[in-house]
């Protein structure tokens, strides 16, 4: 199983916010910290303001933080809103059964079960979990 950049991207502007707590920080400054690409980033913050993860303020002093706190926020749900596909081959995909031994098949159910102990795992951790070295990772983005 292999996440998109996206859902990574989304992950580590999470942590990055996470770890300015309440100063505001903008697209270009996590896009520097990281060194990938602002208009990704632009599109990851638009998404995650709609999935109620980030507030974002327009305009002078604007930028974003963090819309509820970092404990409230659990990676499995970050990876189910962003990932568009954890579905890992084409017969779990709902209304697939391009496959002839669909109905008698033990992979889908031993893949259905690894994901959900993938995502089981992910549900135990809070985005706080994530950044509790705080002060190297300030360090570590440029963000003290």
């Known amino acids: 199983m292999r996440l998109t950049v996206y859902t990574d991207y989304s992950l580590?502007?999470?942590?990055?916010?996470?770890v300015k707590g309440d100063s505001r920080s903008t697209i270009a400054e996590v896009a520097g910290a990281y060194g990938v690409s602002k208009a990704h980033l632009?599109?990851?913050?638009?998404q995650l303001g709609v999935a109620g993860y980030v507030?974002?303020?327009?305009?002078?002093?604007?930028?974003?933080v963090l819309a509820r706190p970092a404990a409230e926020i659990r990676l499995g749900d970050v990876v189910r809103r962003?990932?568009?596909?954890?579905?890992l081959v084409p017969c779990l995909e709902p209304g697939q059964g391009c496959c002839?031994?669909?109905?008698?098949?033990?992979?889908?159910g031993a893949l259905n079960e690894a994901r959900a102990a993938f995502l089981a795992v992910l549900d135990r951790y809070s985005l706080?979990?994530?950044?509790?070295?705080?002060?190297e990772l300030a360090d570590l983005l440029h963000a003290a």
């Open 12 to 18: 580590r502007m999470l942590m990055y916010l996470a």
């Open 128 to 135: 706080a979990d994530l950044v509790q070295r705080r002060a």
């Open 100 to 108: 002839p031994i669909v109905p008698a098949c033990g992979l889908r």
């Open 82 to 87: 962003t990932e568009p596909d954890l579905a």
């Open 42 to 46: 632009t599109k990851v913050a638009h």
């Open 55 to 64: 507030s974002t303020v327009r305009g002078k002093g604007g930028g974003l």
